[in-house]
Nanobody, 127 residues
Framework: QVQLVESGGGVVQAGGSLRLSCAAS????????MAWFRQAPGKEREFVAG????????GYSDSVMNRFTITRDNAKNMVDLQMNALKPEDTANYYC????????????????????WGQGTQVTVSS
């Protein structure tokens, strides 16, 4: 059984930082492209950051570019999202997602491409 468990969410003031982690079990992380998505109340779930199987290719939404960094440690089956210079508009529930793929250097940003999802961790940024 595949499980993705997010942690690290919380309440932070604008301009602050948080680091989210995603622990995977039941799958070999190195066989999966990974991503973080987020969903704010009343809005659709949106792509935040993605990383290829190898970790050599990453992508970000325009809204988080140069503020967020996605990394992975395949040996530990972990994916992290470092979030700096947080803004109130970053407030959302953040989800980790995994996509089984043969491609080693491709990240994916379409929600419906992903096979497994975590339960999410709440991030609240106060102004």
């Amino acid at each position: 059984q595949v499980q993705l468990v997010e942690s690290g969410g919380g309440v932070v003031q604008a301009g602050g930082s948080l680091r989210l982690s995603c622990a995977a079990s039941g799958l070999t992380l190195s066989s999966s492209a990974m991503a973080w998505f987020r969903q704010a109340p009343g809005k659709e779930r949106e792509f935040v950051a993605g990383i290829s199987r190898s970790g050599g290719n990453t992508g970000y939404s325009d809204s988080v570019m140069n503020r967020f960094t996605i990394t992975r440690d395949n040996a530990k089956n972990m994916v992290d999202l470092q979030m700096n210079a947080l803004k109130p508009e970053d407030t959302a529930n953040y989800y980790c997602a995994a996509k089984r793929t043969h491609w080693t250097n491709t990240y994916h940003y379409e929600l419906n491409e992903y096979d497994y999802w975590g339960q999410g961790t709440q991030v609240t940024v106060s102004s």
